[in-house]
């Protein structure tokens, strides 16, 4: 099929690489000229596993090309998925300025029926907006398909190649049948395509990023009440997640979540909720507990130091929001750093792929190491913030050579407790007990 994607983000350029790889024609269109340029020679903008292999491929079999044009795009495509920004605007609501704009452009430029896929992060009521400006500018027909995205940053090739489910919002039968067509070789394995109306489609999207923050952030807080009685929230998350209805996925405690999605997609269903008068409680303390957790560790820091950290030097290991990306976005790491300057402390930080972010965002702030262990050099102690692989078996001996003192805090529960009681560590994770 040939296919056009608007927006060449992680979302569109995941979503047109993995469409050529079944064989589609791809056109990707961008309005940064630098980046398509980048991209026609052959480089991948972003950091994500395995999708360079896809890329070169396509390219290299001509199933995947980039323009600046969006008339070249359109002219083709039997199906337009549009994978836009949508920022939130100044009161928290998205803002919709890019996708409605690229509607009214293709609207101008189309001259037979074309199926609208909208993959973006939208509001309930989007694909009604959408539809109105195709009936506005043009009499030529359009289905518009609400198609929500659940890439996981870091595994987005693999969710894309066998997605759990492909939730589409349309009542068209033309365009149910296109985009079947277009879906099968990915749900292959039985996995289901869901088909529903366009705001349930739209809704999906914010309630499941919002749900799974929900799951994480009461396991934030059911790890530190287990602190305060007693309890090992290990133990507590086995206990659990053992029950099926519960699972075992979701469950592990830290700095809080962070990243493109998360912290954006529950602000903005909060504040859909406010707009149509509806309170959504359970949302609002998510939101509030999420940014207290962020910086839970240098409250065990203070606590540490007697509240006192003027002039102490820490290292810190990990600054994007999750392993195996160099996205930085609302990452925890970037809260710690802030709360520790703050207090007068000092701090090296290392992180195996996000350094060139982090080192534009916040520049001299702080020291970058070459490495992890460089990072220790005449640190008082070391904080965690990402549970990056090479952080989960380091060379203890080294640490101890290099860390002023043997003590660690650590945002993400990497060490087995025994170990770290037989190396003689001070260690504080979450929601585990006190090794002192
Ligand atoms: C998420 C959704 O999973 C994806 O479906 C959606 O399309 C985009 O948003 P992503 O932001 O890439 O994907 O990250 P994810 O792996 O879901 O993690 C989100 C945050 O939750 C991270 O900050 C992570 O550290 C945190 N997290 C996750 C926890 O703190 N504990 C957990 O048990 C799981």
Redesign the pocket.
């Known amino acids: 099929m040939k296919i056009a994607v608007i927006g060449t983000g992680y979302?569109g350029l995941v979503t047109g690489t993995c469409l050529a790889e079944t064989g589609n024609d791809v056109i990707c269109v961008d309005i940064n000229e630098a980046k398509v340029k980048q991209m026609k020679a052959g480089e991948v903008p972003i950091y994500e596993p395995g999708l360079d292999l896809l890329f070169h491929r396509n390219i290299e079999q001509e199933r995947l090309t980039f323009t600046t044009n969006l008339a070249d795009a359109v002219k083709e495509a039997q199906i337009i998925f549009m994978a836009l920004p949508t920022p939130p605007g100044g009161d928290g609501a998205a803002d919709l300025s890019y996708i409605l704009g690229a509607a009214k452009d293709i609207s101008k430029l189309i001259t037979e029926y074309k199926v609208i896929v909208n993959k973006s992060?939208v509001p309930v009521g989007t694909a009604d907006k959408v539809k109105a400006v195709f009936a506005e500018n043009t009499s030529i027909e359009v289905d518009v398909v609400s198609n929500?995205?659940?890439?996981?940053?870091?595994?987005?090739v693999d969710?894309f190649m066998k997605p759990d489910r492909v939730v589409l919002g349309t009542k068209s039968e033309r365009a149910k049948k296109l985009m079947t067509e277009l879906y099968g070789p990915y749900v292959r394995q039985g996995n289901p395509i869901l088909f529903m109306d366009e705001r349930s489609s739209e809704l999906t999207?914010y309630a499941?990023?919002s749900f799974?923050?929900t799951?994480?952030t009461f396991?934030?807080e059911i790890a530190n009440l287990c602190e305060l009685v007693g309890a090992d929230v290990d133990s507590v998350r086995r206990g659990i997640g053992s029950d099926d209805r519960i699972g075992k996925?979701?469950?592990?405690?830290?700095?809080?979540?962070?990243?493109?999605?998360?912290p954006k997609?529950v602000q903005a269903l909060v504040k859909s909720s406010d707009d149509y008068a509806y309170d959504f409680q359970i949302l609002k303390s998510v939101m509030e507990v999420n940014e207290r957790q962020k910086t839970i560790l240098v409250d065990k820091v203070l606590k540490y130091y007697k509240g006192d950290i003027k002039g102490k030097h820490f290292a810190l290991w990990g600054l994007a929001?999750?392993?195996e990306?160099d996205?930085i976005r609302?990452?925890?790491a970037l809260y710690i750093i802030d709360a520790l300057v703050k207090n007068g402390a000092t701090v090296t930080v290392f992180d195996p792929e996000a350094m060139t972010n982090v080192k534009n965002v916040i520049g001299d702030q702080v020291n970058y190491a070459k490495n992890q262990y460089e990072a220790l050099e005449g640190a008082d102690a070391l904080l965690i913030a990402?549970?990056w692989s090479v952080f989960r078996n380091p060379d203890f001996e080294k640490i101890d050579n290099i860390l002023k003192n043997k003590v660690v805090f650590d945002g993400?529960n990497l060490y087995d407790l025994q170990k770290m009681i037989d190396l003689g560590y001070y260690y504080n994770s979450i929601g585990r007990k006190l090794i002192d």
């Open positions: 979302v992060t929500p995205e659940f890439l996981r940053e870091g595994v987005a969710d999207k499941a990023n799974l923050a799951k994480i396991m934030n996925r979701f469950l592990f405690p830290g700095v809080g979540y962070g990243g493109s999605c998360f997609d929001f999750k392993p990306t996205d609302e990452a925890p990402t549970e993400r």
